[in-house]
């Protein structure tokens, strides 16, 4: 929306109005973090032990997602100043100019309470409990308290999405277990070594944002370290489903397997070189973590599934 008067043009966002389409308000639900929410949530589900009407099931499963979408569209509406200094969020729809803070704050808590309320109504209360935590943990402990205070807030802040799974389990069960805790913590101690192979060759963004992630803090050394000992903690704890009898020898065989190759990217890392200005060993680490998680989580489902049907 543009308006013409005796000073020119004004943008619709310069009198508080928006300019967004369907696209900016979908862009707010950070879909391919929510993509990873709702497909470690079915996951959890689908594995689970007891049985879920379908019908029942994808609504728990669209509920953990708008769920999801909500703590993304609330860390987008605190997050806008810093947003706006950082390269790969810049375009986002707050920063750029297409969404209002308040749209953005609205909106997420509209889906936040409608997601909540749904889930209880339709599923369980306790599987509600577990979401509306996940959403405080992620928007106000993880974005408005840890982000900004120190460099341990991608370990603690990861618990938010870690806990995706035991929802999905307790959509099912209407409780949790020590099985759907191994998978919160596959998630949860996956998550620092990730990020951090992130900051490292985004350190400058973060510094010019003042957010105190551990390169910037305690310097690139120390990190690379402390991604080495979390992938060899990481790789241990991704076998732990295949010996505690809820997942196959075809897991356990996989998960050693990708656990031998994310400790290696890992130690790639370790030594790096500081006279490697584009740390590709660094975006490598990176990215071998993203197929990492989803193996896993892929072959758990497998594993899941074919049970069900009695394979």
């Known amino acids: 929306m543009a308006i013409t008067g005796e000073h020119g043009a004004l943008k619709g966002t310069d009198l508080g109005l928006s300019e967004a389409d369907p696209r900016d308000y979908f862009a707010l639900l950070k879909p391919r973090v929510m993509s990873l929410v709702v497909f470690t949530a079915f996951v959890g589900l689908i594995i689970a032990p007891g049985n879920i009407h379908p019908?029942?099931?994808?609504?728990a499963v669209l509920c953990i997602a708008v769920g999801a979408g909500a703590s993304g569209a609330l860390n987008m509406w605190y997050d806008a100043d810093i947003d706006a200094v950082m390269s790969r969020t810049a375009s986002r729809p707050i920063?750029?100019?297409?969404?209002?803070?308040?749209?953005?704050l609205t909106f997420g808590l509209v889906l936040s309470a409608f997601s909540v309320i749904t889930l209880g109504l339709l599923v369980n209360w306790f599987s509600a409990g577990l979401l509306a935590f996940t959403i405080f943990f992620y928007a106000v402990i993880y974005t408005m308290w840890l982000k900004r205070s120190t460099p341990q807030n991608i370990v603690i802040g990861g618990a938010a999405g870690a806990l995706p799974p035991m929802i999905g389990w307790a959509c099912v069960t209407g409780s949790v277990s020590w099985d759907s805790?191994?998978?919160f913590l596959?998630?949860?101690?996956?998550?620092p070594p990730h990020f951090w192979a992130l900051a490292?060759?985004?350190?400058?963004d973060y510094g010019k944002a003042g957010i105190p992630m551990m390169p910037n803090v305690a310097g690139v050394e120390s990190t690379k370290r402390q991604i080495f000992i979390y992938a060899i903690v990481t790789a241990l704890v991704g076998v732990l489903p295949y010996w505690m009898g809820f997942a196959s020898a075809a897991y356990g065989l996989l998960a050693t397997g990708l656990g031998i190759g994310f400790v290696w990217y890992a130690f790639r890392v370790l030594r790096m070189s500081p006279a490697d200005e584009k740390m590709k060993p660094a975006k490598s680490m990176f990215g071998f973590s993203l197929i990492y998680l989803f193996a896993l989580f892929a072959t758990l489902l497998v594993d899941g599934l074919m049970t069900s049907l009695g394979a």
């Open 186 to 191: 596959m998630i949860f101690l996956w998550t």
């Open 181 to 183: 805790f191994v998978l």
């Open 200 to 204: 490292l060759f985004k350190q400058g």
């Open 55 to 59: 019908f029942i099931g994808a609504v």
């Open 95 to 104: 920063p750029a100019g297409r969404v209002t803070r308040d749209e953005a």
